[in-house]
């Protein structure tokens, strides 16, 4: 499948080769698993059929030949293809697109009036080359996205195989050892002791599953939206770290239960998720405040807390404080998914006056929540 930023480059540069060749009609076809698409066209003509298989359409036949053809006055069976297409022609210029390993297609211009001479063909040879030349660009683009998405998910199951590690299974085998303990010991009291400390130690074991897993896939984010799940988190980060948390989440006027996309609400979940872990953990706070808002087409949200604030980005302050953090990959994180949904991350931070993080996504090209 083509994707969007392709098939926008495609019809931008349809225009272009329409002005170029001053044709009535420019078309830009694209091979994909075994089909034509016409995935560009410019000009007067209105295409019939946008989709044809390479198999057993004329189109096909010509795409195969992987040859230029100028037609001047085309009937009967050279002009197959263009009955197909619905396309009416004085003449017709075709040139085949390649794109090493990423498939073909073809450049196709017709004139209702008039002919083509040689300049034409050589301008839309050197068009489809860099037709061509920008859609390869773009899809490694594309590709190095994908592979950008993957690292960062590969990323955060080691953080989370980390982290059931470090709590659950760390905890589970300090309970295995001192139940073989005191069966070794061999003395009845201290076994029945002993149970009682494992059933207990069990039960907060089974706990700490609970919370990972509401943390992995937090529920409260699909069906009730962003501002009960950031409010959960909340109450949770109080709940178990004492932190004094605060949430103003302001998205629209009057519409309160306002729904962003759905990639937009997980990424704003998981970097207040990600910043609140790291205040209970590295910043000595007692408060924290939680604010989302939407203003000038662009959501905001930050996380601000009253603790030590960043180590070492004292002075410069628009120097990028992570620079200088050598932690782990919650901070990095947040960036590549803010950087995902074409947004940004900034850290600031006074020294004993507490950091804060904020994010700003802007809302221009975003899909509307289902
Ligand atoms: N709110 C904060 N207040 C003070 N220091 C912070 C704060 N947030 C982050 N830091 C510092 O920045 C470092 C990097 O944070 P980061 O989230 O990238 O890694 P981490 O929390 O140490 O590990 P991980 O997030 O991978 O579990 C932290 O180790 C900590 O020293
Ligand atoms: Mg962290």
């Known amino acids: 499948m083509l994707s969007g930023s392709e098939l926008w480059l495609l019809r931008l540069m349809a225009d272009r080769g329409l002005a170029l060749l001053d044709a009535s009609t420019l078309l830009i076809v694209i091979e994909e698993r075994g089909e034509l698409r016409v995935a560009a066209s410019a000009g007067k003509a209105h295409v019939r059929l946008r989709v044809l298989p390479v198999e057993g359409s004329a189109l096909g036949a010509l795409y195969r030949t992987g040859r230029p053809l100028s037609l001047d006055r085309p009937r009967g069976q050279e002009a197959t293809w263009l009955h197909e297409l619905g396309l009416e022609a004085r003449a017709a210029l075709v040139e085949p697109l390649n794109m090493e390993g990423h498939g073909g297609g073809l450049v196709i211009g017709v004139r209702e009036d008039g002919g083509f001479r040689d300049p034409d063909r050589r301008a839309l040879a050197s068009f489809a080359a860099s037709v061509a030349q920008r859609l390869q660009a773009e899809r490694s683009v594309e590709i190095e996205r994908l592979r950008f998405g993957m690292e960062a998910r590969e990323r955060e199951r080691t953080r989370w195989a980390r982290e059931i590690h470090d709590e659950t299974v760390q905890g589970l085998g300090a309970l295995r050892l001192r139940l073989a303990n005191a069966r070794d010991l061999g003395d009845r009291e201290a076994l029945s002791a002993a149970?009682?400390?494992?059933?207990?130690?069990?039960?907060?074991?089974?706990?700490?599953?609970?919370?990972?897993?509401?943390?992995?896939?937090?529920?409260?984010?699909?069906?009730?939206?962003?501002?009960?799940?950031?409010?959960?988190?909340?109450?949770?980060?109080?709940?178990?770290?004492?932190?004094?948390?605060?949430?103003?989440?302001?998205?629209?006027?009057?519409?309160?239960?306002?729904?962003?996309?759905?990639?937009?609400?997980?990424?704003?979940?998981?970097?207040?998720?990600?910043?609140?872990?790291?205040?209970?953990?590295?910043?000595?706070?007692?408060?924290?405040?939680?604010?989302?808002?939407?203003?000038?087409?662009?959501?905001?949200?930050?996380?601000?807390?009253?603790?030590?604030?960043?180590?070492?980005?004292?002075?410069?302050?628009?120097?990028?404080?992570?620079?200088?953090?050598?932690?782990?990959?919650?901070?990095?994180?947040?960036?590549?998914?803010?950087?995902?949904?074409?947004?940004?991350?900034?850290?600031?931070?006074?020294?004993?006056?507490?950091?804060?993080?904020?994010?700003?996504?802007?809302?221009?090209?975003?899909?509307?929540?289902?």
């Open 195 to 370: 149970v009682d400390t494992v059933l207990a130690g069990l039960g907060d074991e089974i706990d700490g599953l609970r919370h990972l897993i509401t943390e992995l896939r937090p529920a409260a984010l699909d069906e009730l939206g962003l501002a009960p799940a950031l409010q959960a988190l909340a109450r949770r980060a109080q709940a178990i770290d004492g932190l004094d948390v605060q949430t103003e989440i302001a998205l629209g006027d009057e519409d309160e239960d306002r729904r962003l996309d759905p990639e937009l609400e997980s990424t704003i979940y998981r970097v207040v998720q990600e910043a609140l872990t790291n205040v209970s953990r590295h910043a000595k706070a007692t408060r924290a405040v939680i604010s989302v808002t939407e203003r000038d087409g662009v959501v905001r949200a930050s996380i601000t807390d009253d603790g030590q604030g960043l180590p070492d980005a004292a002075s410069g302050a628009r120097r990028s404080p992570e620079d200088e953090l050598k932690g782990g990959f919650g901070l990095s994180g947040m960036r590549e998914r803010a950087e995902l949904v074409g947004g940004e991350i900034e850290l600031s931070s006074a020294p004993g006056g507490g950091a804060t993080v904020r994010l700003s996504v802007p809302l221009a090209g975003r899909p509307t929540a289902g």
